[in-house]
């Protein structure tokens, strides 16, 4: 059963680990990449034999009328690819193509761990750029006996010899840069039909010689499974989540403006958290995204690049401001859920910050998306108070 990737993404969203979709996204083009590359090589090769099988045809006739026959370097050009106008030896594109593949799988495989360890271990999540990934993140996984299942999933798909091939063949290409496809064919002598991936050693380990496009083959439906697999039972296991307990998605936000002349101008826009008891209800730092899962199960959200989150008592305006969570890091950062630092203020303080927003932000440009948050819209029309008080 193929996974269904809008419950995917809810559950990622539900479970405030949706830092976790854009790797989704990206595997779901990386797999499109590698099953392209596929479906290419296959119908080039049969581009290739249906071609050459056609010279083949045409030089028994000519050898039939003639007595003789000769071969010239167009005839054998006659299997190349017109791309875009652009002539390309069908040969180098099947080497070329055929590598993609291996890349494209591996990559594949490569976002399909990334996905667990942003999603089950949420701000415990091993770094993406960290080489020993997979034996860190099984080795987290460990600690929580729900994840046993998926654990004996992954297991079993690193011990898989289709894994092995799969990792060994990208890694000798990329560190021993030797080339392992070749491709020949016979005309009138000699038997030699082949496109296949040549024998290599990596790692230690032996690898035989392969059809080229029945390994590939293989091993593209070995990715499909293994991806399938394990994203469902990742999604079962979301709820789960090591460490997600510092995020922050409900963001709240007024907006005043004044409207003049026929123009309109903003005097201040400031964004919310809502606690019931007081600023002791939060962690002494947080990790805000803005984000809502709407009734028809629309999801919206946006990069929150604010400096300032007013903390505010539940069911208040603006009127019992207990607290004020202010950025860590540099705005442009690539952080995703961002860090803020919580601390008590005084609602003098708020005050300060309405009273001084026209200074302090006025170069600053604001991008908010209004469906990720709830939040009211105030609009003070004074050429309305005007014309009410010359009456």
């Known amino acids: 059963m193929a996974i269904n990737y809008k419950n995917l993404e809810k559950a990622l969203a539900q479970n405030k680990v949706y830092n976790a979709w854009q790797y989704v996204q990206s595997l779901n083009e990386t797999l499109m990449y590698m099953n392209v590359s596929y479906e290419m090589l296959k119908e080039v090769h049969e581009h290739r034999i249906s071609v ?22 167009s005839d054998m050009q006659r299997t190349n690819l017109d791309v875009g106008g652009y002539e390309l030896d069908d040969i180098i594109f099947l080497r070329k193509t055929a590598m993609e593949f291996f890349h494209y ?16 271990l949420g701000d415990e999540a091993v770094d993406v750029e960290d080489k020993g990934l997979l034996g860190k993140l099984l080795k987290k996984l460990n600690q929580k006996p729900e994840f046993s299942t ?34 020949k064919n016979s005309i009138f002598i000699g038997n030699q039909e ?8 990596y790692g230690g380990v032996n690898y035989n010689e392969e059809n080229a496009l029945d390994k590939i083959l293989e091993l593209r439906d070995y990715v499909y499974v293994t991806v399938d697999s394990l994203l469902q039972e990742l999604l079962n296991q979301i709820p789960n989540c090591i460490s ?18 026929g123009k309109t101008y903003i005097n201040y826009v400031a964004f919310f958290i809502d606690v019931p008891n007081g600023i002791a209800d939060l962690p002494t730092e947080i990790k805000v995204y803005p984000l809502i899962v709407k009734p028809n199960d629309e999801i919206y959200s946006f990069d929150f690049k604010f400096d300032k989150i007013f903390i505010r ?35 003098i303080d708020y005050g300060l910050y ?13 991008n908010m998306n209004i469906y990720a948050m709830d939040g009211v819209m105030l609009f003070i029309n004074e050429d309305t108070d005007k014309s009410q008080n010359r009456e």
């Open 244 to 261: 997600n307990g510092q995020r922050i998605q409900e963001i709240h936000y007024k907006q005043v403006f004044t409207e003049k002349d």
């Open 313 to 347: 008592m539940a069911g208040t305006d603006e009127d019992s401001i207990v607290g004020v969570a202010t950025l860590k890091n540099d705005i442009n950062s690539n952080e995703f859920y961002r860090i803020y630092e919580v601390n008590a203020c005084r609602q």
């Open 194 to 201: 082949f496109f296949k991936i040549n024998q290599f050693s």
């Open 52 to 73: 050459l099988q056609q010279v083949q045809n045409e030089k028994f006739e000519e050898l039939k009328n003639a007595g003789k026959v000769s071969y010239k370097v």
């Open 105 to 120: 799988g591996r990559v594949s495989m490569d976002v399909l761990f990334q996905i667990i360890n942003a999603a089950l």
């Open 354 to 366: 309405i009273a001084t927003f026209g200074d302090t932000y006025q170069s600053q440009k604001l």
């Open 150 to 183: 998926l654990l004996q999933l992954m297991d079993a798909n690193k011990n898989d010899t289709r894994f092995q091939y799969l990792m060994a063949f990208d890694s000798y290409i990329k560190h021993i840069k030797t080339i392992l496809i070749s491709v």
